[in-house]
Each structure stands twice: as C-alpha cells, then as structure tokens.
C-alpha cells in the first residue's frame, strides 16, 4: 500500500527533505506542501489523505488547531523541533514525534510505526477486503469476490461474479488503496483481480468471458507478474 | 563520503557534527550543498525578522523567530548553537521588554552571524567538490 500525504510545514528546507525522504521511501506519495495550517484545513474539507506530516507551530492555527478540525482521523506524525508537545502528542493519539531535524532512518522508523497501525486498524493481516459506498450504504467486498474494476469517469464500478456496484470514485485514486499482491492497473481504465485472469491474448485479458485490454504501459508489467512456465 | 567515480571523500568541517551529517546527507553532497544555501539565506532573514521584533519589543515574536531559525541550525551540524538557541528561546517566556531579553539577544545575533559564516564556509567546500569533477 502507499500512503497518501500532506506535508504541513512552514520550514520550507524541512518540507522539503521530507519530501525527499517520502520518495526515497516508495511508500508515500506527497500529494501538497502546504505552509499554513488554514490551507490545509481548505484541502482537507474536500479530500482524504491516509497521512498528515504536521508542523505544531506555524503563523496562524497551531498544527493541534488542525487536528481538532478534522472530522476523519488519518494518521499523524508531528514534525517539531520542540519536545515540549509529547503530551499532546500523546492526547491526540498521533502515530509518532519526529524532532526536527531527523534522519531518513529515523523517518523510516516513523513510516514502520504507521504501516503497524494501519495493519492493526485492518484487523492484523494483510489487506483482504475494502468497504465501498455504494446503493446508500457501505458495503464490505472481499478481494476474492471482486473479478476487476471499471473507470465510469468519475466513477468506478466493481465487477463481481453476482452482482456490479457503482460507487464515487476513480481508478487512480483506487490504484494506491487496493492490494497489491491481488490487484493491479493493467489500463487506465482497469484494475483487475490477478487471480480471476483466465487468458491473455495480445494486449487483452479474459476474466469471466469479460475482455479488458492491456496498455502498452502496463503491459510489460503484466507479464513480469503471471508465472509463465 | 566519496564521489563515487574518482573516490575522492569529503567531511565536513570539524567545527559541525559530522556524524549526524553524514548520516543526514549520505553521498548526497548536491543536496547538502541545497540544503545549507537554503539555510544560510533562512538565516539571513530571521536575523532581520528577530532584529525587527526585538527593536519592536515583541517578544513572543522574537520567540517565535527564534523558533524557525533552531531547526535551520540542525540543518547544517551547528547543534551546540541550536541549544543555544532553544535555552534562548526559553528564557523568552519570561521576559517581559526588550531590556529583559538584551543580553540574551545580542547573543544570539552575535551566534546568528557566526553560524551564518560557517555556513557561507561549508556552501564553498561543498561547491568546490561537487563542481570538481564536472
């Protein structure tokens, strides 16, 4: 799994070997630096991030002030050059305390505390299912009952064996919250179960008599991933 | 730390906490040379900010000046000056004028341009070893 994250930071020389760090890892794609806590809080009414790098003191709203506006709870690491906020670390439950400045090992350390969490907030194994908003309610799809996912623009559909669901979503935001050891993008269209592949012809697939084409961009990694004997 | 091709190491200067760059920086010595303009020019300005404030007689505003600037300090090994900088930034919550904070201040400003020299230092070496091989 990547993470999703925003980095809230006014030191512009930590936003940025922050950054550096969240690429070298491969595990966590920045989606916006932000300098203020207000800016944040603006993305952070209309998107969903998984993990928030936060600052406590910044001009303006305090990195705490933040947190207490939000109304979903990603997970948290605070970036201060204080040790004084250790308890209200502590009260808000963040994920871990990184004083700044730090290193990459330190910072990995952080990201393995976050991978334990998110592990424990999924039940303690590896990702099997996902829940999806979809006919008024959230409904629970486990990763064997799923055969692809479609891109409908702005929305996407899942393909069961029974039954297709329509829900608010898009295929590259979905491309990083599924399970990578059951699925992958093989289009930028599709997302398909690599275990419900019943042939591949060229650039197509077959999963239940339903054909979903290749791209040339995926297509190499299609192939390194089927065990061909 | 060596350039990779011709094996030629660097280390930093005596005077920083080499172990901690080394370990911040790696082989990445493009990024150490980034890094340490971009904090030197940090400097520079918060020597203005907490130049202005302290004229100002703001001092929760020269605190947080203060605050910014700690952090820079580590960027660049000077982490004997950044304590300095946080006993300072502590003893800011007593004071209550610029009269109270004086010596202290004037302190701090002499530290600020020292580390601001040593830095303007290392930006050289650096950009003398980066650019020796080009």
Do not use: W
């Amino acid at each position: 799994m990547k993470y999703q994250s925003i980095i809230v930071e006014d030191l512009q020389v930590a936003a940025e070997f922050l950054t550096r760090f969240c690429e070298k890892s491969g595990m966590i794609d920045v989606l916006h630096h932000f300098l203020n806590a207000e800016d944040a809080m603006e993305f952070l009414r209309d998107n969903v991030v998984d993990l928030i790098f936060l600052d406590v003191e910044m001009p303006g709203a305090s990195g705490f002030e933040l947190l207490d506006q939000l109304v979903y709870t990603p997970q948290v690491i605070l970036t201060t050059s204080k040790t004084e906020y250790a308890y209200d670390a502590f009260q808000y439950n963040v994920t871990d305390y990184l004083k700044k400045p730090f290193t990459y090992q330190r910072f990995l350390e952080s990201v393995q505390k976050v991978s334990k969490k998110t592990e424990q907030l999924n039940g303690g194994s590896e990702q099997d299912h996902m829940f999806i908003k979809a006919d008024g309610k959230l409904i629970r799809l486990h990763n064997d009952d799923i055969l692809f996912i479609e891109s409908m623009g702005d929305y996407v559909k899942f393909i069961t064996p029974v039954k297709k669901y329509i829900t608010h979503n898009t295929i590259k935001n979905l491309e990083t919250k599924v399970n990578p050891q059951v699925f992958m993008k093989v289009h930028r269209s599709y997302i398909v179960n690599f275990t419900k592949i019943n042939d591949i012809q060229e650039n197509v697939l077959f999963i239940n008599g339903n054909m979903i084409p290749i791209s040339k961009t995926h297509k190499s990694g299609v192939m390194q991933k089927i065990n061909i004997l | 730390m060596y350039n990779e091709d011709q094996k030629i190491v660097f280390r930093f200067s005596p005077e920083l906490d080499n172990a901690f760059l080394e370990e911040l920086y790696g082989d990445d010595l493009q990024q150490a040379e980034m890094v340490f303009e971009s904090s030197v020019q940090q400097l520079r300005n918060g020597q203005q900010l907490t130049d202005a404030r302290f004229h100002d007689g703001d001092i929760p505003g020269l605190k947080k000046e203060i605050h910014k600037m700690k952090p820079v300090l580590g960027y660049m090994g000077m982490n004997k000056i950044m304590e300095e900088f946080e006993a300072f930034e502590q003893a800011c919550i007593q004071f209550k004028s610029s009269a109270e904070a004086e010596d202290g201040f004037y302190h701090i400003k002499s530290l600020t341009l020292e580390a601001i020299k040593r830095g303007e230092k290392e930006i050289n070496r650096l950009k003398q070893h980066n650019t020796q091989y080009l």
